[in-house]
């Protein structure tokens, strides 16, 4: 495994500390009373190369198997390596792009573990047409592992009975399912996912499901899908309701400079404060990039192009985060590191080389002249950018109300002519297709695609300037995620984020290891999203 692919980021403490001392003798790793071995899968999905046309069940159940197949063969690698839980990614067993009626062929009803206890690998005869369940119940079983799978679910509903109710036209509901089964094999959850993403061959559940279960080793884990991930419903009620362990089946089409896989991946487990257990598609150079994040730690793999089509087993040792489990003063301690809360204003600034970004007060900030801006469209939003004129300096700008500091200073390499801005946007995304709508505050220091300021927020994978940067916005929520990506899809860990009272966010960071492609403060106003 290679080192872009197992990169371990310590978190820096926050503490007091001179510049001199911001380097590795100021980081450290929580000590916690237990941790657990994890597993995620990214699989090179075996296709059906027509899934407009419908198959019957027994096609439907060959091409299932040759995916399960596979699972096997990774089931068995990660429980040699001491898996306790291992997760694989949504849409693969079946795959994607079915309609309603193609998927027909694929569809098990997967019974309520809330309402019925059933172990498939066991009791095989007690529900008929389950024989996905039931291999999947054997795989947990004989390789003694929590296992996570996701499935396409048909459940009935009572059109007949209740007319009112939100039933399809055809009777029946389909359900983008996640599947968890205890490592004797017993079915423990089942989770309908909420937020559907261009799959017109599920329904959404006619209420948002809030779904964990809990384990002997490291206690409970919330379940959540892919588009999920970006909305309240269930995610931040998960998170909200204190889990802090998050098992993420995903189908993830990279989405640069803002939303790559592994950036929002690690931006998300940073923001929420929670570990991610992430596991993604391989189907060419857009799905990929899955991981095993924490607060303070990150394993991923990200392919890159010339890279083989091949699936990808990450594990890692973890450290048990949830506090009933732990015990609340081990979870007390951890959370005061990890968030970094704090208003002072004395805090140790970034530092290269004896040189210090020093974080201003808010009123300074606010009162660096704005320099002359443009609007260009990233990720689809109209975003009003500054360009970065100087090796270093400072810079503001707004959008609407909502504004951004930067303070930086570039190191460019040698012959490379780079062009870099920071953008700031507040608004609804979605606006321009009919799904995703959601609010957002992003403050973004961006590596234009070309030298021209129409570029700037266009889709860059690589760069050559590392930059030394302090990231600051003025948020209208609580929740914003941080990530810092560099060259070649490579993830960093943010040196220091601090959250003050009033909304303010600080990122700072230094001594890149690549060319930064984006650093970013992600806010999502969820208050904002049906407005």
């Given amino acids: 495994m290679s080192l872009r692919e197992e990169t371990m980021f310590l978190l820096v403490v926050v503490v007091f500390v001179s510049c001199s001392l911001m380097s590795a003798a100021g980081q450290t790793e929580p000590v916690l009373d237990s941790s657990y071995v994890a597993a995620v899968y990214e699989h090179n999905l075996i296709l059906n190369p027509d899934p407009r046309v419908p198959l019957s069940r027994r096609a439907a159940l060959q091409h299932m ?11 068995a690698r990660a429980a040699q390596q001491g898996a306790q839980i291992l997760v694989f990614p949504e849409d693969g067993l079946q795959g994607y792009n079915f309609s309603r009626l193609s998927i027909s062929g694929y569809l098990e009803t997967v019974p309520d573990p809330q309402q019925e206890s059933w172990n498939p690998c066991t009791e095989p005869d007690k529900h008929n047409n389950t024989e996905v369940l ?8 004989r390789y003694n592992l929590y296992l996570v799978a996701n499935m396409a679910d048909l459940q009935p509903c009572p059109l007949k009975t209740d007319p009112s109710s939100s039933c399809p036209p055809d009777g029946r509901w389909q359900f983008n399912t996640n599947v968890v089964f205890r490592s004797d094999g017993l079915l423990v959850a089942r989770y309908h996912k909420q937020n559907l993403f261009f799959e017109e061959s599920f329904d959404t559940p006619p209420q948002p499901e809030i779904i964990t279960f809990n384990t002997p080793f490291a206690g409970r884990f919330g379940l959540i899908t892919c588009f ?28 640069l400079p803002l939303l790559d ?32 994040y924490t607060p303070f730690s990150a394993i991923y793999h990200h392919a890159q192009k010339g890279d083989p089509e091949e699936g990808r087993l990450l594990v890692a040792k973890v450290p048990v985060l949830d506090p009933e489990w732990v015990g609340q003063s081990v979870a007390t301690k951890e959370e005061r590191v990890v968030r970094g809360e704090s208003t002072s204003s004395t805090e140790s600034g970034s530092c290269h080389k004896e040189i210090c970004l020093d974080p201003p007060p808010p009123e300074t900030a606010a009162s660096v002249p704005p320099s002359s801006t443009f609007v260009s469209y990233m990720m689809h939003d109209p975003f009003t950018f500054v360009l970065l004129n100087e ?26 002519k780079e062009l870099y801005a920071l953008g700031a946007f ?10 995703g709508h959601y609010a957002l505050q992003v403050c973004a220091l961006v590596r234009c695609a070309r030298l021209e300021v129409s570029s700037c927020g266009e889709k ?14 003025q948020f209208g929520t609580r929740y914003v995620y941080p990530s810092v990506l560099a060259s070649k899809m490579v993830i960093e860990q943010p040196q220091h984020l601090e959250t003050a009272a009033e909304g303010r966010v600080t990122m700072r960071h230094s001594n890149m290891t690549g060319g930064l492609v984006t650093a970013c403060l992600y806010g999502r106003m969820y208050q904002l999203d049906n407005e």
């Fill in 65 to 75: 198997q040759k995916n399960l197949d596979i699972y096997e063969e990774q089931a």
């Fill in 134 to 141: 039931q291999r999947l119940s054997c795989m947990a079983r």
């Fill in 228 to 255: 999920d991930i970006l909305f309240h419903e269930p995610t931040v009620n998960l998170v909200e309701k204190g889990v802090r362990q998050l098992i993420f089946p995903t189908a993830w089409m990279n989405a």
């Fill in 261 to 292: 896989s592994v950036q929002f991946q690690r931006a998300f487990s940073l923001g929420a404060n929670v570990t991610l257990l992430a596991a993604n598609l391989r189907k060419g150079k857009r799905m990929t990039g899955s991981g095993i």
């Fill in 391 to 416: 090796l270093e300096g400072e810079v503001n700008v707004c959008n609407g109300t909502f504004c951004c500091y930067l303070q930086y200073r570039r190191l460019p390499q040698d012959g490379s």
């Fill in 426 to 435: 507040a608004g609804t995304h979605g606006n321009h297709t009919e799904h």
């Fill in 460 to 473: 860059v994978e690589e760069a050559e300037s590392k930059i030394d940067f302090l990231l600051e916005g």
